[in-house]
Structure formats: C-alpha cells, structure tokens
T-cell receptor
Framework: TQLLEQSPQFLSIQEGENLTVYCNSS?????LQWYRQEPGEGPVLLVT?????EVKKLKRLTFQFGDARKDSSLHITAAQPGDTGLYLC?????????FGAGTQVVVTP | DADVTQTPRNRITKTGKRIMLECSQT?????MYWYRQDPGLGLRLIYY???????NKGEISDGYSVSRQAQAKFSLSLESAIPNQTALYFC???????????????FGEGSRLTVL
C-alpha cells in the first residue's frame, strides 16, 4: 500500500496546455519534496515545501502544500516539451522519506 | 564527472548468482541510501547509512545486504539473486544538517539489473 498516492499516473498533453499533478496521503508530513526524473537519469529535486498552505513558484511550476500538511499539488502553466518526465512527490515523516509512485508527464509539440 | 557514481550501469545475471552494485560520491555527505524503482511502485528504500558505523534497514531489505567501506562508498549486494529483484537501483546521498528529516537527495544515474 502506497503511503503517498499520486494522480494521475499518466498525463499526455499538447505544448502550451496547463496541467496539475496531485499527491495525497492520510498522514501528516513535516515537509514534502517534489522531484523530476528523466529517462536514464536519477530524480532531481525541484522544490521542498515545509509550511502548511505554502505556495512556491519555480518559473512556470507552482507547488502547493495543503493546510494540514497531508497533500500537495504541482501545477505547470503553458507546458513545454522540456517538462516531459516522471514527477515524484516524497513526504518526510518519522525520519524517513516516503515516495509516491510518480506521475508520467508527456508534453508533445 | 558525476557527484554520485554507480557501477555497473547495466547488468544481466542468472538466478542464484551473487551481485554487487557499487556507489561512490564526491559530495562529502555522511548519509547514503539505496533505493529500488519498479514501474507503478515508485522508489522504495532498501538500506540507508548515516555514517560508516551506522547502517539501517529500509522497508524492503530482505534478500539484500550492504557495506559502507568509507564515507564515500556504499555497496549493495544480492547474495543469491532472484527474478523479482529485477529492477532499477539508485544510490543517493544527503547531508546531515537536519537531524530529523531527510534533506535533498542527490541520486546516481541508476543501475539496471535483470535477473533471468
């Protein structure tokens, strides 16, 4: 059973469209990280959110941490082919980092 | 050169064989981790080490062992490989400034293992 549920599992969109990826749990986390993984490479950290209700922006990417620190979302505005990748959320709790299964995003020109 | 280097990058072996995956890092981090990645299951922690003398089991340690030979080196062994250990394996490091939480993980490029 996955502690962190990510949805959708797969998302295919056209360049210029917007998308949102969700990361949900019944557990409270002290912080939550988002990673992006490209084929043949290891995941790379995009952002860490710490405070409930926090919103962080990274260019066209907007990350939100739920008020209760149980869920998070990643919104991409005007997606580009370079945004293609596997997006992973990971929650920090009890000294461990738990990963979700990931959302595969494909952005076609 | 990569900060976290894994060898081999690809390996095909047979059931029952002993396999070692090696990881070395130049980031100077105390903490090192081994994860496996399977489609639809994300990354699952096999073992982690907070320093050379501190090694801990993760959520799926059965069938695996590790050795922390130095601060910069952390190897993963499969004593007798079986087909359901076919997966993509990642080594990662993090610094130890936060005593409670796991900080940013820096991953290697992965080792793809196939057990026939």
């Amino acid at each position: 059973t996955q502690l962190l549920e990510q949805s959708p599992q797969f998302l295919s969109i056209q360049e210029g469209e917007n998308l949102t990826v969700y990361c949900n749990s019944s557990s409270v986390f002290s912080s939550l990280q988002w990673y992006r993984q490209e084929p043949g490479e290891g995941p790379v950290l995009l952002v860490t959110v710490v405070t409930g209700g926090e919103v962080k922006k990274l260019k066209r990417l907007t990350f939100q941490f739920g008020d209760a620190r149980k869920d998070s979302s990643l919104h991409i505005t005007a997606a580009q082919p370079g945004d293609t990748g596997l997006y992973l959320c990971a929650g920090n709790g009890w000294g461990k980092l738990q990963f979700g299964a990931g959302t595969q995003v494909v952005v076609t020109p | 050169d990569a900060d976290v280097t894994q060898t081999p990058r690809n390996r095909i072996t047979k059931t029952g064989k002993r396999i070692m995956l090696e990881c070395s890092q130049t980031k100077g981090h105390d903490r090192m981790y081994w994860y496996r990645q399977d489609p639809g299951l994300g990354l699952r922690l096999i073992y982690y080490s907070f320093d050379v003398k501190d090694i801990n089991k993760g959520e799926i340690s059965d069938g695996y062992s590790v050795s922390r030979q130095a601060q910069a080196k952390f190897s993963l062994s499969l004593e007798s490989a079986i087909p359901n250990q076919t997966a993509l394996y990642f080594c990662a490091t993090s610094d130890s400034r936060d005593r409670v939480n796991t900080g940013e993980l820096f991953f290697g490029e992965g080792s793809r293992l196939t057990v026939l």
